[in-house]
């Protein structure tokens, strides 16, 4: 994320304001109430004395006021501590203070147009809400404080991002409520990575669709937008390298870094993926000479012949444009289901593949080795370029004459593919994985090879990120943020017209908020599910 923070677009303008006024009529609603008196606030409690006794009286204590009720928000808040008090809620006069020129102006700025109230660089009053980074505050990069109390809310934190997911419980729990309950939250993420997959290389999904779920996105807390742009059904990202493989139906560079700088104001971080030696097909119908074919002369969809230079030059060239494009410091290389590798008798199917594996690697080498050097070879592409290299866990070989390189993380979604392998022996050999566990995460259109579509229910009551495969999680010694440091939904577009990008947004909706909830505290949930429905449809804007 870049430290000049006062310089990045916001994305979040005139019309994003005129957005957050419809989304807070109901608090506007409630602002109009205290200022006609239907509602006390602190200042009012304090300018109303109690009437004295009458005569022959005996004046007897105020009652103490009803402890606050625990504010609700997707993901739940971790850690509150109830106060006594009427609580908060937003009038004609509140502010939204910080430094206008410091590093929380961007999130002053968005909270104060969903508030549809004004900026000011104080000092604080009552009524306002006050934002304020704090060196040694609790909870990480990621954590917050927020205290409501006398009247005002306080939110702190050690980074931007940690205040910026405090303004999102304040959003939310005004949604819920009307008002925030007097008392305070200390809240933190479990695991440091959360996010979305979108296959937008199958179904071409446009940009404005593509900054709706940036917003859905940060109200959630999540924090990685994964963009599967290529694959065989189309290329979707404009490309000054190489055009020719580029999809009509594409995201303009422009319009990729509009939609980056709106996910940085949203601290959202945008991963690329593009997936080799596999899934290529787009790539291919302008480079067919570089299809691999069979041991019959049948060329195989999607698959690139590895052992060719060009190949590997014309991937390279790509890699390195969307290293330069993204400032992602991850970028994925795909590495799943290469077609030579899911046959049963590989060497007898690509019987020039093998040939090739024996001549670099020896006579006990195969065409895993191949692959696997294939991939450590781009690997060693966006490495150059800072990125760390994220990869699927079927690209991953174990057993062969030529090793995966380090450093990359895994991202571990089958058990189904030949030669996949449990999520515990990759852990075992000293592998991060990051929980893509196709059973619950995937959400793939047409519900093809037995997929059906997830309503959220079963991620919420039984996954959490340590659940990497089938339903039973890693052993504990690995089941922690360390090595398994977060998980994705992930949207497929197998079957791309089997729903529009409306239906898709609806659809993901709920299981969207399950994931959220899951990856911020894999707890057994407070809620049941069916309340926790009732409150998504609450809070969702």
């Known amino acids: 994320m870049a430290a000049n923070r006062d310089t990045r677009p916001s994305g979040r303008h005139a ?56 504010p609700r928000s997707i993901p739940s808040v971790r850690e509150w501590s109830e106060g006594r008090g009427p609580g908060w809620a937003p009038d004609g006069e509140t502010r939204v203070v910080a430094d206008p020129d410091g590093p929380l102006a961007d999130e002053a700025r968005l909270l104060a147009g969903e508030l549809d109230v004004e ?39 050690r980074t931007d991002a940690g205040v910026f997911y405090g303004t999102r419980t304040l959003v939310q729990s005004l949604r819920d409520r009307d008002r925030m309950s007097e008392g305070e939250i200390r809240d933190s993420p479990d695991r440091p990575q959360r996010g979305l997959l979108i296959d937008t290389a199958r179904k071409h999904f446009s940009a404005d669709w593509l900054e709706d779920r940036l917003r859905e996105m940060a109200d959630l807390k999540l924090n990685q937008l994964h963009l599967h742009f290529a694959d065989d059904q189309g290329f979707r990202i404009e490309s000054e390298s190489h055009p020719e493989v580029v999809s009509e139906q594409h995201l303009t560079k422009d319009e990729v870094r509009d939609l980056l700088a709106l996910a940085e104001s949203l601290h959202i971080t945008v991963i690329p993926e593009v997936d ?145 392998r449990e999520p515990v022996s990759y852990l075992q050999e000293g592998w991060d994985l990051v929980n893509l566990n196709s059973k619950y995460l995937y959400y793939v259109l047409g519900e093809p090879n037995e997929f059906t579509y997830p309503t959220g229910e079963a991620i919420y009551e039984e996954w959490t990120p340590d659940v990497l495969r089938g339903s039973e999680p890693v052993p504990e010694e690995y089941a922690n943020a360390d090595r398994i440091p977060g998980g994705r939904f992930a949207v497929w577009c197998d079957l791309a017209d089997s729903q529009t990008p409306a239906q898709v947004a609806d659809g993901i909706r709920l299981p969207l908020n399950a994931t959220a909830q899951k990856l911020w505290d894999p707890a057994e949930p407070k809620l049941s599910w069916d309340r926790f429905t009732e409150l998504a449809d609450r809070v969702d804007d």
């Open 276 to 420: 080799s030696p596999g899934h290529l097909g787009a790539v291919l119908a302008a480079h067919p000479d570089l299809q691999l074919r069979d041991a019959s002369g049948e060329p195989v969809r999607g698959a690139i012949d590895i052992t060719d230079p060009e190949a590997a030059r014309i991937l390279d060239d790509l890699l390195n444009e969307y290293a330069e494009l993204f400032p992602s410091p991850w970028l994925h290389l795909g590495g799943d289901e290469y077609v030579p590798l899911m046959r049963s008798d590989p060497a007898a199917s690509f019987p020039d593949l093998q040939a090739a594996a024996e001549e670099e690697y020896g006579a006990g080498a195969g065409i895993q080795d191949l692959a696997t050097a294939w991939l450590n070879d781009r690997a060693a592409t966006v490495v150059e370029q800072g990125k760390l290299p994220q990869v699927w866990n079927d690209g991953m070989h174990a057993d062969g004459e030529v090793r995966p390189s380090r450093p990359r993380e895994v991202t571990y979604w089958t058990g189904r593919e030949i030669g996949a």
């Open 15 to 70: 019309s994003d304001r005129r957005h957050a006024r419809q989304r807070y009529a109901v608090v506007g609603a409630v602002a109009l109430t205290v200022a006609a008196g239907g509602v006390f606030t602190a200042t009012q409690v304090q300018d109303e004395p109690p009437s004295p006794p009458g005569p022959g009286t005996t004046a007897s204590p105020s009652p103490r006021p009803s402890p606050a009720p625990e």
């Open 119 to 157: 900026t000011s660089e104080g000092p604080a009053r009552a009524g306002d809400v006050e934002l304020a980074l704090e060196e040694d505050a609790l909870g990480g990069r990621e954590g917050y404080v927020l205290n409501t109390s006398d009247g005002r809310v306080e939110i702190t934190g």
